[in-house]
């Protein structure tokens, strides 16, 4: 490998280094518009203009906002700097479900502990799940409100929640912050495809991942049908959807298994019907039976 010759601006700032030591021919073939950072009703536009600009940092271009309370906005223009375009290009949506459509894995940014604890991975482990799955699908990182976060069933809506290890004497990052951080993990992962085996762990799957669309679609076949056979009641529900989320979502099912599940579903569903009709049927023979006065 060629290295560049180093310049007397580089001898002063040893900490500036040409971006071409670090690519590889693998990282200028990865597609980072695979890749979206999405922020939840973000309330500052000085936040959404930053994290353009960490994102344009380690490459990637892709943002979604859901429900901003302040954009567009000159704010955000002056916090992005050279970051305008991603500003320009940034999809704006009513929620998270439109948000993550079409994406096979969704990493959302959880800053504290659930009630249903749900698979947690590390920023680093973030960056080299979402880099091997974008060869294949979308990925959506997901990041919550400045005060709040993400809430329990926007969490829900993710396969994995990374949690950033800061100090616990003050674990509050700013937003942009925490883009940065798991962007950069991304940007790592990218960096060291050279080093990793040939072979994925999944590469010879014979399907592709269910996306988050087929998803949502089977968990709300899976709830109708659960209750239609009295297992689950929506005024009281112990938390099963969530429990069922947590599991699907751990398992990561393939277009095939998710069509096969909704198969026994509707199976499900077509002989409760056909009993409900045979009862009724019955019903009305035997009132026509029924001797008259």
Same mark, same amino acid.
């Given at each position: 490998m060629n290295i560049p010759a180093v310049s007397p601006r580089q001898r002063i700032y040893p900490a500036i280094i040409p971006a071409s030591l670090f690519t590889s021919s693998d990282s200028k073939m990865f597609d980072f518009n695979q890749i979206c950072v999405v922020l939840v009703n $973000? +309330?500052? !536009? *000085? /936040?959404? *203009? =930053?994290? =353009?600009? =960490?994102?344009? #940092?380690? *490459? @990637? +271009?892709? @943002?979604?906002l859901v429900q901003p309370e302040d954009f567009p906005s000159g704010v955000a223009v002056g916090r992005a700097v050279s970051a305008v375009d991603i500003l320009d290009n940034a999809r704006v949506v009513s929620s998270l479900q439109e948000a993550v459509e079409g994406c096979g894995l969704v990493i959302g940014a959880s800053a504290r502990s659930r009630n249903i604890p749900w698979p947690m991975v590390s920023p680093e482990q973030c960056g080299e799940k979402a880099v091997a799955e974008a060869t294949v699908n979308k990925v959506a990182l997901v990041f919550g409100r400045e005060d709040a976060g993400l809430n329990n069933e926007e969490l829900q809506l993710c396969h994995f929640h990374v949690q950033i290890p800061a100090d616990p004497n003050y674990s509050s990052l700013n937003l942009s912050a925490a883009v940065m951080v798991v962007c950069y993990e991304v940007r790592k992962a990218v960096l060291a495809l050279d080093e990793r085996p040939a072979v994925a762990e999944d590469e010879h799957w014979d399907q592709e991942k269910a /996306? +988050? &669309?087929?998803?949502?679609?089977?968990?709300?076949? @899976? &709830?109708?049908?659960? $209750? =239609?056979?009295?297992?689950?009641?929506? &005024? #009281? !529900?112990?938390? @099963?959807?969530?429990?069922m989320r947590r599991l699907f979502s751990r398992i990561r099912i393939d277009v095939m298994e998710m069509n096969i599940l909704r198969g026994i579903l509707s199976n499900i569903e077509y002989r409760l019907d056909s009993e409900k009709k045979l009862n009724a049927q019955l019903e009305g023979n035997e009132t026509d039976e029924e001797p008259q006065p």
């Open positions: $973000t +309330s500052h !536009p *000085g /936040n959404i *203009g =930053a994290t =353009a600009r =960490a994102m344009k #940092n380690m *490459g @990637l +271009s892709k @943002l979604t /996306n +988050s &669309e087929q998803v949502e679609y089977f968990y709300v076949h @899976l &709830e109708r049908v659960m $209750t =239609a056979i009295k297992f689950h009641d929506p &005024e #009281n !529900p112990r938390q @099963l959807m969530p429990r």
